[in-house]
């Protein structure tokens, strides 16, 4: 499922080489920066898709596509932890089109999608049960 969101680019960050496969950027959008209580929200760009936030700056008003992604994991002890994590398929300036989702390059696929990674989830994706 995309979900999407409107806010004020609060904080970003350098990318972050975390395997030798898997790279990310985060960045901090303000939401409701009007209400008393704004909500400072982290977000995070994965592989080629780190780099739509060049050219980006603290305080531009952005709309971001992203999915909601939850997963489980234990530990060497066996304890067991669930992380979530909001998952940014694209990032545009309020008022123009969609142009800062990279072009799938050598990397991608000739589906469109980089790499691995699947593509975003459709609204009218049917779940088969």
Known sequence: MNMQTQGRIHAIF?????????????????????????????FQLTGD????????????????????????WTSPKGEVRFFNSLEVWSVDRVGETRAAAPETGAAGSSDGTLGDEPPPPTDDDEIPF
């Open 14 to 42: 350098d990318a972050a080489q975390v395997t030798q496969r898997f790279r990310k950027r985060e960045f901090v959008l303000e939401l409701d920066g009007a209400s008393r209580y704004p909500q400072y929200v982290m």
């Open 49 to 72: 898709r780190c780099e739509a936030l060049d050219g980006f700056s603290p305080g531009e008003e952005v709309s971001v596509e992203f999915s909601l992604r939850g997963r489980e």
